[in-house]
């Protein structure tokens, strides 16, 4: 293992080699998570990641969701999650369902590193606020609120955005809120739907947007596929000191 790993990352790379010729794998796992806490969140990773039904899941949504028939759940207002099969459509979730989601998840917020939404709803924007470790977001789907990106640019560990931004929060946030040293301080990769160039050189002014290892925008809404003018852009870009190397790495769409 290489020297840079965490203890957790070590274990969890063993969890995931271990044969089931040692007994059935989930009793294994379910072992290893009583041991101690360095092997109690890997082994329920690997636990979680290897159920063969949604049942374990769905005991842990709100009681009221669903009741019990036998050996049967049979759902009331069915929080019932998104499922994708190879020969099937995919089943889009009711608005009421994402909301039960995004309550369940919601006491869990702070717990979380990656978030990624697949659908434009917007109450699952409820949870930024509770957000404390956040690594990685995709959201790109849903128009981040100005309160939401406040809130976002405090987080110490993101790493990576993906997000769409409107004019009028996007011109909110830059006027609202004041430029400071700690604002997206871990940021690296950075990806931003926007109709307006506008709204992307507002945020390549902030602190933490000059250290950017990579940029993409993306077009999008009812100018979609018009000329951009993007002149301004790249006086913002070249007044940054890395800008040879974002320039690089960087993607811009459309560049016609």
């Not at 080699?17 to 329920?44: K, N, Q, W």
Request: aromatic residues 8%.
């Amino acid at each position: 293992m290489h020297h840079c790993l965490t203890i957790q990352e070590i274990v969890a790379n063993i969890i995931f080699e271990i044969p089931e010729t040692f007994g059935p794998l989930d009793r294994t796992l379910a072992g290893l998570a009583r041991t101690c806490r360095a092997f109690s969140e890997p082994a329920l990773d690997a636990l979680w990641c290897s159920q063969p039904n949604l049942f374990n899941l769905l005991k842990y949504l709100p009681a009221d969701s669903y009741e019990a028939n036998g050996s049967h759940l049979v759902p009331k207002r069915a929080p019932s999650l998104e499922h994708r099969w190879a020969d099937e459509e995919t089943e889009d979730l009711s608005p009421e369902r994402w909301d039960n989601m995004a309550a369940v998840l919601i006491p869990f917020a702070a717990q979380i590193s990656k978030f990624v939404v697949f659908d434009a709803r917007g109450s699952f924007m409820e949870l930024h606020c509770r957000f404390s470790n956040l690594q990685t977001q995709d959201t790109h789907h849903v128009k981040m609120l100005c309160q939401a990106l406040a809130h976002i640019a405090t987080l110490p560990l993101l790493e990576s955005l993906h997000i769409a931004l409107s004019v009028k929060d996007s011109t909110q946030f830059n006027v609202t809120v004041v430029p400071h040293k700690d604002q997206f301080r871990n940021l690296a990769v950075a990806e931003i739907h926007v109709t307006d160039l506008a709204v992307v050189n507002g945020l390549l002014v902030r602190p933490g947007f000059r250290h950017l290892e990579s940029l993409a925008i993306m077009q999008f809404g009812i100018h979609h596929g018009s000329n951009w003018d993007l002149e301004e852009l790249f006086k913002v870009l070249n007044a940054r000191q890395e800008s040879r190397t974002l320039l690089k790495k960087s993607r811009f769409i459309p560049v016609r």
